[in-house]
């Protein structure tokens, strides 16, 4: 049997495997009921959903498509390395890395780095574009989770607020 769409199929297996997964996990919290639920309702829920979606999206996989078969391109490893790198990066310049002697260097930091980074993974950076979306992006973030949240954690680099 061909595929109509190999694109679709391994989307839909990626999804059914997820959502199998979180299903099956959040079996190891107590479900409870729907009207009283506990801590491992919602994630078993969701897994459910993305496990039937997955399977929906698999079994249609086989009947509609493009025309040659709607096939999977080159991976693409420059995006994820860099965006999986700012991640990293975000975490560690966040709250720093005690083990490695790297300090943390709070908030601002790592959003600047984290949009700096991210954006390396398309061709053609523009240094301008990005320090806009980073200035926007870090004074949205300070205002959001520092002031209006009041979450507790570095705003600034711990060596300048000590």
């Known amino acids: 049997m061909a595929l109509a769409s190999q694109k679709d199929f391994f989307s839909g297996l990626m999804f059914t495997t997820v959502g199998g997964a979180f299903a099956w996990g959040a079996t190891s919290f107590e479900v409870g009921t729907a009207a009283r639920m506990g801590p491992g309702y919602f994630p078993l829920m969701l897994g459910v959903l993305l ?4 399977l929906v999206i698999t079994v249609q996989s086989l009947s509609k498509g493009g025309p040659d078969g709607d096939k999977i391109g080159a991976f693409a490893w420059r995006p994820l390395m860099f965006v999986i790198g700012a991640n990293l990066a975000f975490g560690v310049l966040l709250v720093g890395l005690p083990s490695l002697g790297v300090p943390a260097f709070g908030l601002i930091v790592a959003i600047y780095a984290l949009v700096i980074i991210a954006s390396l993974a398309q061709p053609g950076f523009r240094p301008v574009a990005t ?32």
Do not use: E, R
Not at 132 to 139: E, K, M, N, Q, S
């Open 51 to 54: 496990a039937i979606l997955g």
């Open 131 to 162: 320090l806009v979306l980073a200035t926007i992006l870090a004074a949205g973030s300070y205002l959001a989770f520092v002031k209006l949240l009041s979450l507790q954690f570095p705003v600034w680099p711990s060596f300048l607020t000590n």
